[in-house]
């Protein structure tokens, strides 16, 4: 029983849940921006391009023979996988930006001034002074 109670309040700490709730969100937004990236950027791109559909961008090592399928190499899904992680990390990181500039500004504390000298040092600070008049 002591797993069971243990499993329990691993579950329930709030960081847990936030964890959840970040993968589902992350996952949804995830599918929004490759249909960003595949039905809006990709097409303009592939246009200025000579009409180049990056989907179809492949190198094949073996033509398809029969029922067996041709293996490739499919570089173009590559460069669109790769534009899908830059615009969902530029997009976090503007999120992360906004929340930051939310966030009040900690203040940090003065720094302490310097600490009065002590009776011996004033004294000591004295006699010095007075023997560097002496010569």
Do not use: H, Q, W
């Not at 246009?47 to 041709?70: C, H, Q, R, S, T």
């Not at 790769?82 to 939310?102: E, Q, T, Y």
């Not at 900690?106 to 002590?118: C, I, N, Q, R």
């Amino acid at each position: 029983m002591a797993i069971v109670k243990e499993f329990k309040d691993f579950i329930s700490r709030g960081n847990v849940v936030d964890l959840a709730v970040g993968v589902i969100i992350g996952a949804a937004f995830g599918k929004i921006v490759t249909s960003l990236v595949t039905d809006i950027i990709m097409p303009p791109i592939g246009m200025l391009l000579a009409g180049i559909d990056f989907n179809n961008l492949k190198y094949v090592l073996k033509e398809a023979v029969g029922k067996a399928p041709a293996v490739s190499i499919n570089y173009g899904l590559f460069i669109n996988n790769v534009i899908d992680f830059l615009i969902v990390a530029f997009c976090i990181f503007m999120v992360v930006k906004g929340i930051n500039s939310m966030k009040k500004p900690v203040e940090e504390p003065a720094p302490a001034p310097d600490p009065e000298p002590t009776k011996e040092e004033v004294l000591l600070t004295e006699i010095r002074d007075l023997l560097a008049k002496t010569k």
